[in-house]
């Protein structure tokens, strides 16, 4: 399969826990996107990379919150001091770049789906 | 700044009914790009349509057609006899080319129902 995947699919954790997820995007990709998604409302975007340059962060994140892609390949996402708010689906996204500037489609993982008790 | 906005939260139709799904967005860029996702009830997805902002040409793609209009800034979607299959949310999706750096904003998406 050589489509974007993530790790965990589930995490169940109580507040004030760290929890830390993997995004593996597709391998000839250089962007990669994660993005937040509660029940009934489209994705949030969280923040962007290009290769391993976190070039984008919303302004919705929060100081608890993380992420990395170290050799510009797989990705992942720390929220530490969770809480109940956090509780979410956390989409992984990767596209190529074909040319500067230009905005290719997508391709989405499962997600992880986080439950913070 | 960027918004998109989709005003039906929910159509219900019923097999073989044509049904269109509405898109607005607001953006202050001349280049931009707009998007349509599909999200099946298995949760991941799918990417169905990519449009920029100079090329208004509207596009077919067997049962789907897209119709982008920046004189309202609309960019709907038309599902031509609908079938079982093709319930889901669908999600129209912004990204600005000069000035909104590289986030793509989602709308709330449409849940579609399609009934036998």
């Known amino acids: 399969d050589t489509g974007v995947s993530q790790d965990p699919r589930h995490k169940i954790t109580k507040r004030g826990q760290n929890v830390t997820f993997r995004c593996d995007p597709i391998s000839e990709h250089n962007r990669l996107y994660w993005y937040r998604q509660t029940l009934g409302q489209g994705p949030e975007f969280l923040t962007y990379?290009?290769?391993?340059?976190?070039?984008?962060k919303s302004r919705l994140l929060s100081d608890r919150f993380s992420a990395e892609r170290p050799k510009g390949s797989f990705s992942t996402l720390e929220i530490q001091r969770t809480e109940q708010g956090d509780s979410a689906m956390y989409l992984c996204a990767s596209s190529p770049q074909l040319a500067a500037y230009s905005y290719n489609e997508q391709f989405f993982g499962p997600g992880t789906r986080l439950t913070v008790l | 700044a960027q918004k998109v906005t989709q005003a039906q939260t929910e159509i219900s139709v019923v097999e073989k009914e044509d049904v269109t799904l509405d898109c607005v967005y607001e953006?202050?860029?001349?280049?931009?790009?707009l998007f349509w996702y599909k999200q099946p009830p298995s949760g991941e997805l799918v990417f169905l349509i990519r449009r920029n902002s100079f090329d208004e040409q509207n596009e077919i793609s067997g049962r789907y057609s897209w119709n982008f209009q920046k004189s309202t800034s609309s960019f709907n979607f038309t599902i031509t006899a609908s079938q079982v299959v093709d319930s889901a949310v669908y999600f129209c999706?912004?990204?600005?080319?000069?000035?909104?750096?590289?986030?793509?904003?989602f709308g709330a998406g449409t849940r579609l129902f399609v009934k036998a």
């Open positions: 953006t202050r860029d001349t280049t931009y790009y």
């Open positions: 999706a912004l990204s600005e080319g000069d000035t909104g750096g590289f986030k793509t904003i």
């Open positions: 990379f290009q290769n391993e340059a976190q070039l984008e």
